[in-house]
């Protein structure tokens, strides 16, 4: 069965019904696609560090803080928190005593529940759990019909779509693609309008300001209820620091938002190894501990307890042409090693995604996305983003990498439940059945458990290849084309009290009315 | 630098000289190609079974052994060899008692090397190594002129030279593809002919009956000498055993040849999950080690302490279309913990490989490719045989995908290094020199290690979108058609003694003249 036929013949199964226009609504109201509950891994983390590995850079890192510290930029209330708190302000630098930062840490929880408008969609973040979300800023998106463009809301909301038709993720994410025909500084609006009402999938808010930020609460305070955004996580956002340890006050004037009103954020460095990291895994890994324990031990000072994610987004660089790699394994390595390191702070952990840095989504795509997806998953990655559609080095979300890269998630899920050695996955009775030389297809072991043995792509060719040359010997984009196609087709938005939803088109309205078009 | 330029610039360096006949051949019997050593693991193996698991499918395995039995078809000599060391033998049915296999096992060597004719290209197989050698097997190949066709002797010559070119590939291979137009009794000579003359890296010998493999220990008497063979592994060979439980007579009669001549053997099960074995991981991991500890035990009644390889082919199948699929989460499950169970036995492992079941080494050959190299890497697995070229299933060998494949295999030398915690990788200097809101490029130990600190690609696509738009927008399997070319018009044979050349090529006319073809 396709996504799209699951998705139609959805939860509640009621496909194929027809009557007046009470009853289309009726129906399109019942319609829900299925979504696979986040990733509970079962299989153990994959170290790469040993104990005097480890304990190196965690030393280092604080040398760092303390010696060489960071930078607080335009936000004297920053720096006040930071000298109240014990830290040494010269300037703009702060410089962080051995252990203060990992002590302020320790206040931010280990998981989280981020809410989804549709209770069943709520995730854990931490833990043992994995969620996945799609790809994170691409100012271009690419098809195979219209070729390589600008993003508009079009394409964002045609991406939130397919986000939500994708059985194997489990958020929304955030800005799937920069909708660059709407105003900088109104496009947040549109970008949260199409996430709350074309899916009920967890989302993030705006960081590109503090006001930005404000309204996304505030927008969330409509979808949710004032108290329930009071109480509860329904966002969890991407703060950047601008490596090498640097905090400028727009992403942090984002951070103190959403920490104030116990909005999670990821606090991630942005690192092409090489040129805001040294070329060493160790050494980077050293610098992005560094940054992320003052990151959050900052969060900490807004709002102790506020939750948090450690990001850790590094990639390598190619050194003849400068250009970022993507899939590498100095990635990979950076990835398992942070994992082991969040892991001893006791915090969620987002790392990996499908990168590469391909221009198409052809086999370079393929392998590069395959390595970064599979090292997320076996370096403990709590938070995926980017797990979908990320092409050209993140510069293009592509609809055909959305769907082939969607259908690679649900081989992690199948891949993290690990081993069953119950006496049903044991076996025996059908290797007693069999015997020397037979064969296990009719078998009564295997006619009992061969529909959910074998996870099976929802894209992929595996015909004979005659049928498939007959079929017009169609390549995995080719493929992933018609399945864009079909999704799209057969789409429905989830249902939505009417009233919050004119109430969430009125206050979009209302601010786009308040303030004049502003293209920078 | 392409493997091209570092194949003619190569070890001695003497590209682009010019002169007469003596001065050329001179030139080009010092031209070497550049081949990476064997990967020595500097990473842990990724385990998926608890000590329950283990526990579980171990004692499982007795019992099939003990219970089941195995079958030796045509094969009195080993239902003999069996009953003399106590087992349980009924018709060709051979009932195991519980420990015995295992027992015999232990005069196998945990490690042994197999020794090139160029002795700085000797594998040590075993322990914490990779030992990367090429698809094995396909009737077909395909190139992007060309398309799918079958493949001839002139194909396997050029896929041999692909492989002695490709500076990631430690081994030449065995059936890179069958040469269909050679006849099947004679084709084996060709084949060899081929890896011991266009290469200087180890080679696999015949299977395919018992006297093909008598020839390919003669032909290697010629080529190392016959001393030399006598006291030395020059082959390693893949005996599949029919599962369910199945020894054959035909393939146990090569790998009688190779035991007593003391040449290594792979000994593979080669299943496809559902048809072959149970649908579930855990039986499938029983059958497996049952199937293996039998094999291996034989080995050691034909010749105690002859060196072999304990393999695992295993894949699962697309229910809907019976059809093997490649890449799966499965497949890795069973690649992971088949791997912990050989590391127990104390015996080398085969497995994983650049599987897919795309038709074309499009994105879909990159996911399921990637996945299943990564696998084999993290899974501690010590030679991969199909570790480049395989398409379709293994119907087809790819001209493109032996390059892209043996790219990635790069990757994994680098992945395999783990993190450097030395001084040097630590870049302590690095980060006090740029400090906050700097950058590394110009920093002195960006400038001392730049040059070693990142893998690269010598295929994949690095350069802006216009640069890539400009040169004609190529995707991976153009770049690899254009790398494909120059290796073959760059390819210089390996120098080798021309009287052992002659004695080989006399020896090889002689055979085939002493037997009429035969196609069956």
Redesign the interface.
């Known amino acids: 069965m396709t996504d799209a036929a699951e998705a139609t013949a959805g939860r509640t199964g009621r496909r194929g019904r027809s009557g007046g226009g009470a009853a289309r609504r009726a129906e399109r109201s019942a319609v829900s696609v299925e979504t696979a509950r986040y990733i509970a891994r079962n299989?153990?983390d994959?170290?790469?560090?040993d104990a005097?590995?480890l304990e190196?850079?965690e030393t280092?890192a604080e040398?760092?803080l303390e010696?060489?510290?960071?930078?607080f930029s335009d936000n004297p209330e920053a720096l006040e928190l930071w000298r109240q708190a014990g830290a040494n302000v010269t300037g703009d630098?702060v410089r962080i005593p051995r252990g203060l930062a990992r002590k302020l840490c320790a206040t931010a929880p280990a998981r989280f529940t981020q809410h989804a408008r549709n209770p069943e969609r709520n995730v854990e973040i931490g833990g043992r759990n994995l969620v996945l979300a799609p790809v994170y800023g691409p100012p271009f998106v690419r098809d195979a019909s219209g070729g390589?463009r600008y993003a508009t809301i079009e394409d964002f909301r045609n991406f939130v779509k397919l986000g939500y038709m994708s059985r194997w993720l489990h958020h929304s994410g955030g800005t799937v693609c920069e909708p660059t025909d709407v105003a900088v500084n109104k496009r947040h609006l549109d970008m949260l309008l199409a996430h709350m009402t074309l899916s009920d999938k967890p989302f993030m808010g705006s960081v590109t300001a503090p006001e930005r930020a404000r309204d996304s609460v505030e927008m969330c305070e409509i979808l949710f209820g004032k108290d329930f955004v009071a109480e509860n996580t329904v966002m969890t956002s991407l703060i950047n620091i601008?490596s090498?340890?640097?905090f400028d006050g727009i992403m942090m004037g984002a951070l103190e938002v959403y920490a104030r009103a116990n909005q999670a954020c990821i606090i991630s460095p942005f690192i092409v190894?090489?040129?805001?990291?040294?070329?060493?895994?160790?050494?980077?890994?050293?610098?992005v501990l560094a940054e992320v324990l003052a990151g959050v031990a900052y969060s900490q000072l807004v709002r102790e307890g506020a939750p948090v994610i450690v990001g850790a987004f590094v990639t390598?660089?190619?050194?003849?042409?400068g250009?970022p790699?993507f899939?590498?394994?100095?990635a990979?390595?950076i990835t398992y090693?942070m994992g082991q390191i969040v892991r001893r702070l006791g915090l969620p952990y987002r790392s990996a995604g499908g990168f590469c840095?391909?221009?198409?989504?052809?086999?370079?795509?393929?392998?590069?996305?395959?390595?970064s997806l599979?090292?997320g998953l076996?370096a403990g990655v709590n938070f995926m983003l980017h797990a979908c559609g990320w092409l050209?080095g993140g510069?293009v979300a592509s609809y055909e990498?959305f769907v082939?890269d969607a259908d690679?998630l649900g081989?992690?899920h199948?891949?993290a439940?690990?081993?069953?050695?119950s006496t049903?996955?044991?076996?025996?009775d059908?290797?007693?059945e069999?015997?020397?030389?037979?064969?296990?297809?009719g078998c009564a072991?295997?006619q009992e458990?061969?529909?959910t043995?074998?996870?099976?792509?929802g894209l992929?060719?595996?015909?004979?290849?005659e049928t498939?040359?007959e079929e017009g010997?169609r390549?995995?984009?080719a493929l992933?084309r018609a399945k864009v196609a079909t999704l799209l087709e057969t789409y429905r938005q989830p249902p939505l009290d009417p009233e919050i939803a004119q109430r969430l088109t009125d206050y979009v309205e209302a601010k786009k009315a308040s303030m004049p078009d502003s293209f920078s």
């Open positions: 299989i153990p994959f170290e790469v560090l005097a590995a190196v850079i280092n040398t760092v010696e060489i510290g960071v930078v630098r390589r601008n090498p340890l640097t190894g090489g040129a805001m990291a040294p070329v060493t895994v160790a050494g980077t890994l050293t610098q390598s660089i190619d050194m003849n042409s250009a790699t899939g590498t394994p100095e990979s390595l090693g840095g391909s221009k198409l989504p052809d086999a370079q795509a393929g392998y590069e996305s395959a390595n599979q090292t076996m050209e510069l990498k082939m690679q081989a992690l199948q891949l439940g690990g081993v069953d050695a049903t996955g044991q076996a025996m059908a290797i007693r069999v015997g020397p030389g037979g064969h296990y297809l072991h295997t458990n061969f529909k043995a074998f996870w099976r792509s992929f060719d595996y015909k004979p290849f498939w040359a010997g390549d995995t984009e992933a």
